[in-house]
């Protein structure tokens, strides 16, 4: 069982830059880098959606036209994370950011085709 642990949130003020981690851990070396992933973002009384997304390997990658220019997604499957550069930041990206595997094939988009949710890191933009 694959085990993904979200790191590098925190408060930082409009304009600024944070880079969040995603690590997995257990049997993962036939797993995560095969798969999808994709960080996902829940803001208080709103769901989860999607911020980006990158393949296996990494020769593509999606957003959220919202960051996109802002946030870059890539990842090191020999160390089996999935980074997210995150600049420019706003005080609308406040969020909970999750990372998760793709385990369907139906709506790279939605939250509805990942699984193995991490537990979160919690990233405020404010002054």
């Known amino acids: 069982q694959v085990r993904l642990v979200e790191s590098g949130g925190g408060l930082v003020q409009p304009g600024g830059s944070l880079r969040l981690t995603c690590a997995a851990s257990?049997?993962?070396?036939?797993?995560?880098?095969?798969?999808?992933v994709g960080w996902f973002r829940q803001a208080p009384g709103k769901e989860r959606s999607f911020v980006a997304a990158?393949?296996?390997?990494?020769?593509?990658?999606y957003y959220v036209d919202s960051v996109k220019g802002r946030f870059t997604i890539t990842r090191d499957d020999a160390k089996n994370t999935v980074m997210l550069q995150m600049k420019d930041l706003k005080p609308e990206d406040t969020a909970v950011y999750y990372c998760?595997?793709?385990?369907?094939?139906?709506?790279?988009?939605?939250?509805?085709?990942?699984?193995?949710w991490g537990q979160g890191t919690q990233v405020t933009v404010s002054s």
């Open positions: 990158i393949i296996s390997g990494g020769s593509r990658t």
């Open positions: 998760a595997v793709r385990i369907r094939d139906t709506n790279t988009f939605h939250s509805s085709d990942y699984g193995l």
């Open positions: 257990g049997h993962t070396s036939s797993t995560f880098s095969e798969k999808v």
